[in-house]
């Protein structure tokens, strides 16, 4: 996969911010692993098919200090290094990038660059995907539709709830999520169907995982023009080095 312009571009925000306030810190330890289902979401009843829990997912979490980031990853790993070590690393590697995005995320925390960097757990998912409902449906009005990229079930249902049925659409990149039909949406194809799901919504709901898995510069050419708001830790602090649209309730 060829290097992701937008993680080119948060990687430069980053240098020049250290560069500019905080150059002491490149010699700093980061140290990251992987979180087991219990300690990245704990039990999120009524909710069985996260992708956390079938195991399609794990959360790699960097500390940093005082401070703790995670990203979403199909490749968990560990890493150790320094903050200008993790600066260094090879984008174009999966791996690599949750290594990159989970350190930002810590460091950011850390810096005050943003917030919400660890996932919420437990009841929280249930409580996220409702309150999303609501804010979507009070800012989109009665006709207002909403292109959901990347399956997670809370929000979806929140939506559904919030919005009806008729009014959500999703997509997924995994096969075994395509064409199922949940909260009576069927679940679109990721690659296929993203140009026809673009089309018909008014506004996108994208995961901040299409950050880890190098998706995100072409959802953000397919939805150009439309309203994109993420959602998610992953793209937690990198959303605020951007400026890009974040609602992430429920999140520490």
């Not at 290097?3 to 250290?18: G, N, Q, S």
């Not at 207002?144 to 009806?164: E, F, M, N, S």
Request: glycine share 12%; proline share 4%.
């Amino acid at each position: 996969m060829s290097r992701p312009k937008t993680l080119d571009r948060i990687a430069a925000v980053v240098r020049e911010r250290l560069e500019r306030d905080s150059t002491g810190l490149l010699n700093e330890p980061l140290a990251i692993g992987s979180l087991d289902v219990g300690q990245a979401i704990g039990d999120p009843a009524p909710f069985t098919d996260f992708a956390l829990q079938r195991g399609e997912e794990r959360l790699v979490e960097a500390r940093f200090l005082n401070a703790r980031g995670q990203a979403f990853t199909s490749f968990p790993s560990a890493w150790k290094g320094t903050l200008g070590e993790l600066l260094d690393l090879p984008l174009e590697e999966d791996c690599s990038r949750a290594f990159f995005i989970a350190g930002v995320n810590a460091v950011g925390r850390y810096l005050g660059w943003g917030g919400k960097t660890v996932h919420c757990k437990d009841a929280s998912p249930k409580l996220c995907g409702e309150k999303m409902g609501a804010r979507l449906s009070d800012e989109l009005g009665a006709r207002g539709r909403v292109a959901i990229v990347g399956y997670q079930p809370a929000i979806l249902k929140g939506l559904t709830g919030a919005l009806g049925p008729e009014r959500v659409c999703v997509t997924d990149l995994n096969p075994e999520n395509i064409g199922r039909s949940v909260c009576g949406v069927t679940v679109l194809d990721g690659e296929k169907d993203l140009e026809r799901a673009a089309a018909w919504c008014d506004a996108a709901l994208v995961t901040g995982s299409t950050l880890s898995n190098g998706t995100i510069d072409a959802l953000l050419d397919a939805f150009s023009g439309k309203r994109i708001v993420f959602f998610g830790t992953t793209i937690a602090v990198p959303a605020e080095l951007l400026g890009f649209e974040r609602l992430c309730f429920e999140a520490e």
